[in-house]
């Protein structure tokens, strides 16, 4: 039996749900990468890549998992200071002096 509406069909759906996921994980791993220094959005995004993959989205689904898996590696060498930028070690330290808990002073 041929179905007459294909884009109702299984296939059709499961491979728009491929490319969404994609979509997502290359959203979680480029902007948000290059903003947030933190493993956890890079590892959404190889996830979300890699679901989209299995899904049909072979192409899209490859360049966010390989996009996302360069981003983590970026934003360690950038939280650690070896690449020149704004390392969040330092970032995260004056935010940390400047909150009113007696858990965090240095007296």
Not at 73 to 94: E, K, M, S, T
């Amino acid at each position: 039996m041929v179905d007459a509406n294909p884009e109702k069909s299984p296939q059709t759906w499961k491979l728009n749900a491929g490319r969404l996921l994609s979509v997502i994980a290359l959203v979680f791993c480029v902007p948000l990468g290059a903003l947030f220094v933190s493993i956890a959005t890079g590892a959404v995004g190889v996830f979300l890549g890699i679901t989209g993959y299995v899904l049909g989205a072979r192409r899209l689904g490859a360049l966010a998992v390989v996009l996302c898996t360069a981003a983590m590696f970026v934003g360690l060498l950038v939280g650690q200071g070896v690449i020149p930028g704004d390392a969040y070690d330092r970032a995260v330290d004056g935010w940390f002096r400047n909150m009113p808990t007696e858990r965090f002073t240095e007296d």
